[in-house]
């Protein structure tokens, strides 16, 4: 009987769902369509072709999207893109008020609501539950799939051609004095030359050019300047050989520049063109010049000409994308490279490669997150390996010739909440959050630190490794948002030192021996659907101090959670 209830009102339910779906939505055809094209040119990088969302950016249609949006109306929905999207550092409000409707009709026709003859306005007040369901029309879906390039080269095309001309060598080079960068030079570290990201493979960001000082700073005048491309995000690090200057410019565009002149050289738009995602830092040896693209690829150019000579696609695409934002390390004819875009829940996880600097073939692999018999798979309670995400390594490595060992940082478990992820945060999640010291040969890994153990804050333990011999220790530093500086030997992984260097209330002490941190008490008893915070200082990156909070995985009900999660977010 009960049984037979349960039936009844589960299929009145449904009824009155299809109901209020059946109703025409109040937007027309054209509109929708309109704002189909704005979606794919300002939106889709973040958001996706498919509107599944990545990383912050969350999904636009499904369970998600109507859990914050079936209850508001569609004036709220235009209003919120308005003054909200595309997030800084594009300006919020840019797009102009039609094209903000566009996109507001094709949300609801991506959720499934169906056009009518009403045109939406700013000011329509109708309930976006009444006429959505979330569910993505097949219609809506083809489409978006045959407006919005499928593969990741098509990507780099199409979206090269978007910003402004095929993809390919625009101009090609003839460097006639360059001469190819050898093992040695990358390990002695010319001072006329800037070789890699942070100068040597210690990570110094130090140079023993001694010309500038103090004294005649204010003598200093522009000689030349080379603008940067707009739209988008890039933290780029350019390298210098012989006089030319190595550019990643915006959506993976490499130039060569005469470092005296701004003459360019050379420039290949290995693509795709401007996205969500910022570019850190390109490499080279022998005669080429090494890039990561947004979408993983690892791309070879000759650095006298700027032809392509070898492509990579990183990890296989069946399941997604994968993303990069920070480039290679060269090790002795190795390019070893991160990965970012580790959230979704897939087979292949995220992992740190190794490739041959001649061909591109891979040579190894090490992935962080630990998996089947592999050590450390127990720390990840009772998640099953498919639903293990994370470990995001989205910072170049350094490395010690000595010690023959690469040191990299790794991010965090996804998704971002212990309590989202199935865990509690007394399961480690190994090897998120930590230093991994890793045979460059081999890609094995010999010791691991882990920093922020099954952390839930979004704390960072991710940016360089910094490698310094002082008081007879051969150590690694590191400092991850919380603004606790580390101290690590660097041949054993054993702890050293630490200092707190701001105020923080994540970890309530750290073990004086070992360097084991300790989670405040409700950090370890949160549970779904509760916020928890914490007060950290955003140390490495940027130099204001920030607050972490975080909404588990349940709907954004309160308008002041939005509001609350957005204030965080321009806090970052
Ligand atoms: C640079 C990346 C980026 C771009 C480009 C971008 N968004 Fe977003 N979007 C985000 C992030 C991050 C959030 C989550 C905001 C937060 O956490 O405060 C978000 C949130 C949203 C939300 C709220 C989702 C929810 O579940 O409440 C909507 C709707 C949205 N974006 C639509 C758009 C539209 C439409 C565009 C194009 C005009 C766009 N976004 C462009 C990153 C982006």
Known sequence: MLAKIRGLSFAAALCSAGAAVAQSGPFTEQQAAAGRSSYLANCA???????????????????DFMRTWAPRTAQELVAFLGVAMPPPPATPGSLGNQTYINLAAFLLQAN???PGTTALTASTSTVIGSVANGTLPDSVRTALASSAPASPSAVAA????????????????NIEGFTPVTDAQLLANPSADWLMIRGNYRAWNYSELNQITRDN????????????????WNEPAPIVRGGVLYLYNQGNVIQALDAASGELLW????????????????????????TATNDARLVALDARTGQTVWETIIGERTEGDFQASSGPIIIKGKVVQGMGNCTRFRKEKCFISAYDARDGHEIWRFNPVATGAEPGADTWGDVSDYFRAGGDTWITGSYDPDLDTTYWGVAQAKPWMAASRGNSPLDRGLYTSSTLALDPNTGRLKWHFQHAPGESLDLDEVYERVLVDVGGDKAVFTIGKPGILWKLDRASGAYLDHHETVLQNVFDK???????????ADLIAHQKNEWVQGYVHHDT?????????????????????LLMQSMTRMLL
């Open 45 to 63: 990088g973040c958001h996706q072709p498919d509107l599944r969302g990545t990383n912050e950016a969350r999904p636009l249609v499904g369970a």
């Open 112 to 114: 499934g609501a169906t």
């Open 158 to 173: 199409a979206a090269a051609a978007a910003a402004g001309g095929l993809a390919g060598l625009k101009l090609q080079g």
């Open 217 to 232: 700073v204010d003598g200093l005048q522009l000689q030349w300047s080379w603008s940067m491309t707009d739209g988008g």
């Open 267 to 290: 420039e290949n738009k290995v693509g795709p063109g401007p996205t969500g995602s910022a570019m850190r830092g390109i490499a080279i040896f022998d005669d080429k010049v090494y």
């Open 510 to 520: 750290i073990d004086p021996e070992t360097g084991q941190p300790h989670y405040r």
């Open 541 to 561: 990156m940027r130099s204001s101090p920030r607050m972490v909070s975080w909404w588990t995985s349940a709907p954004w009900a309160e308008a002041t959670a």
